[in-house]
């Protein structure tokens, strides 16, 4: 059974940093990219940034480009994602998942707030 668990979000002042974790079990991580989305209130989920198996290719979103890092240890079946420089318009759930795309996990909730 294929699972996502997404940790580590919470609130945060501009400027801020979070790492949220994502802890991926039931199917075969290291030969799958996987890939963080977020959904801020009353919008679309969009992606945010994805890696490549063995993290030879890695993209972002522009909103986020040079902000955040995403990375994964396919040892611990987890992919991270580092965001610093926190704004205001980052606030959502964050999701990760594989590609192709499995059962969306509970996400974790980002709020950047002063």
């Known amino acids: 059974q294929v699972q996502l668990v997404e940790s580590g979000g919470g609130l945060v002042q501009p400027g801020g940093s979070l790492r949220l974790s994502c802890a991926a079990s039931?199917?075969?991580?290291?030969?799958?990219?996987m890939t963080w989305y977020r959904q801020a209130p009353g919008k679309e989920r969009e992606l945010v940034a994805s890696?490549?198996?063995?993290?030879?290719?890695?993209n972002y979103a522009d909103s986020v480009k040079g902000r955040f890092t995403i990375s994964r240890d396919n040892a611990k079946n987890t992919v991270y994602l580092q965001m610093n420089s926190l704004k205001p318009e980052d606030t959502g759930v964050y999701y990760c998942?594989?590609?192709?795309?499995?059962?969306w996990g509970q996400g974790t909730q980002v709020t950047v707030s002063s």
């Open positions: 039931g199917f075969i991580f290291s030969s799958k990219a």
């Open positions: 890696i490549s198996s063995y993290s030879t290719s890695i």
């Open positions: 998942n594989s590609i192709p795309r499995r059962s």
